[in-house]
């Protein structure tokens, strides 16, 4: 029953924003850490951004300062903040759980969302 689903992608201008959230069932998001990956056809998977059931949080370095993740543990879900957005930021963004938090974004997550399309152009 484990299930995470994305939702808030489409098409932005650079510098414009948006924030993605992924619903998660099956489990409660503050036991486990919760990652953001994206992923452009034909090229290799990238670490976004994660957070710890604890609330710890880590960015890579192409996204610090513009990117924020955060956490309702009422809802169950986990959100990411973009901001100043930029045409490299295009692809498919995925968010994946798992119970160890020291994955951090690495790509070895035992559960993956569908993922949601993120379009950055004028």
């Known amino acids: 029953q484990v299930q995470l689903v994305e939702s808030g992608g489409g098409l932005v201008q650079p510098g414009g924003s948006l924030r993605l959230s992924c619903a998660a069932s099956?489990?409660?998001?503050?036991?486990?850490?919760i990652g953001w990956f994206r992923q452009v056809p034909g090229k290799g998977r990238e670490g976004v951004s994660c957070?710890?059931?604890?609330?710890?949080?880590f960015y890579a370095d192409s996204v610090k300062g513009r990117f924020t993740i955060s956490r309702d543990n009422a809802k169950n879900t986990v959100y990411l903040q973009m901001n100043n957005l930029k045409p490299e930021d295009t692809a498919v963004y995925y968010c994946?759980?798992?119970?160890?938090?020291?994955?951090?974004?690495?790509?070895?997550?035992?559960?993956w969302g569908q993922g949601t399309q993120v379009t950055v152009s004028s």
């Open positions: 994946a759980a798992d119970r160890r938090p020291w994955l951090l974004l690495q790509f070895r997550y035992e559960y």
């Open positions: 099956g489990f409660t998001t503050d036991d486990y850490i």
């Open positions: 957070i710890s059931g604890s609330g710890s949080t």
